[in-house]
């Protein structure tokens, strides 16, 4: 029996296809993203991004863990606690590259760096991208997305070994409800301690990137494979809208509207 829902995780992804960053409180926005969610990406060769006139691009105009699984053996983080995006890069444990990506210089750092280490995985020169207000998500709405931590242990029970929850890439975990429950939500209201918080949308369907050990930087297993052949869908998790400005934290309950 599911027990009462809530929130145990929240994360943002600062540069799309890199590392997570856990928070227990962050502040949603009606209508946005989480700040700093995939806020910066590093474009693939193409240079198709305009920064004056910012739109959105799929994902294969950037390094991502779909088509670039190498990139999840990197540790980063971002740093805007002095104001400037200060982005550093780690491999193995130490620090190979650090770069303030709000200056020409600090963009450059980053994008030497990833020019060698992705060198035959590219189709020309990277480059670290950034809009004000544009996030560099894998859809065009300004989504928040949601993983029901039950639904991958049923993933789980179907392959027969642990599955880091972060392979999904989902803003918000939560756990308490039964498996695959959060699909029968659609276009229904979710209360955040009794208050409406998010309006449900769309269920996510999940992409190569899923078969990706975040912890090994390898492509281990076919994920939506299994989702489709165990329980005849590849989708993972579900896409919401914030509909009211409010801090949200570890640990909250979530309820149906």
Known sequence: MAGMITICALNT???????????????????????????????????KFDVAAPAYLPKTAFTQLMSHEKIAGLETSMDVSGGNPV??????GKQVARGDLSTPVGRQIIEQFMA????????????????????????????ISILNLASVREVERVVGKPLDPLRFRANIHIDGAEPWAEFGWLSKTLQVDGTPAFRVAERIQRCAAISVNPQTAVRDMNLPRTLMSAFQHDDCGIYVSATADRVLKVGQPITIA
């Open 116 to 143: 060698a280490y992705m060198k035959d995985d590219l189709r020309g020169s990277p480059r670290v991208v950034h809009a004000d207000g544009h996030h560099f998500t894998d859809v065009p709405a300004k989504f």
């Open 13 to 47: 992804f600062p540069v799309k296809g890199m590392s997570f960053q856990t928070h227990e409180t962050i502040q949603a926005s009606a209508g946005e993203n989480f700040p700093w969610d995939r806020s910066w990406a590093i474009e693939a060769g193409a240079k």
């Open 87 to 92: 982005f550093t890069i780690n491999r193995d």
